[in-house]
């Protein structure tokens, strides 16, 4: 029953900013890292951002001092915070969620970030 729903979203200027949150719509239990990908045209997904529950974070390099990846653990919410975008960063971007107990990874829909003047 767990759902994991991704929201914020859009099309942006570059050089703007866009703030995605993905939350739990059920309860999940043994929660582990929560992170994001994302799948650009004509490239494989990859991830962004990855943060533990404990807070330790990492970056895939291309947007290193752009994008701050943080989480509300009470709430099982984990956002990205994208800054200074470029046309590059065009992507469709899924929230991931593990859980310890048993090991699984639930998924998100996607969310559509539209990087373009």
């Known amino acids: 029953q767990v759902q994991l729903v991704e929201s914020g979203g859009g099309l942006v200027q570059p050089g703007g900013s866009l703030r995605l949150s993905c939350a739990a719509s059920g309860s999940i239990f043994s929660s582990g890292d929560m992170g994001w990908y994302r799948r650009a045209p004509g490239k494989q997904r990859e991830l962004v951002a990855a943060i533990t529950r404990r807070g330790s974070t990492n970056y895939a390099d291309s947007v290193k001092g752009r994008f701050t990846i943080s989480r509300d653990n009470a709430k099982n919410t984990v956002y990205l915070q994208m800054n200074s975008l470029k046309p590059e960063d065009t992507a469709v971007y899924y929230c991931?969620?593990?859980?310890?107990?048993?090991?699984?990874?639930?998924w998100g829909q996607g969310t559509q970030v539209t990087v373009s003047s």
């Open positions: 991931a969620a593990d859980t310890i107990v048993p090991p699984y990874r639930y």
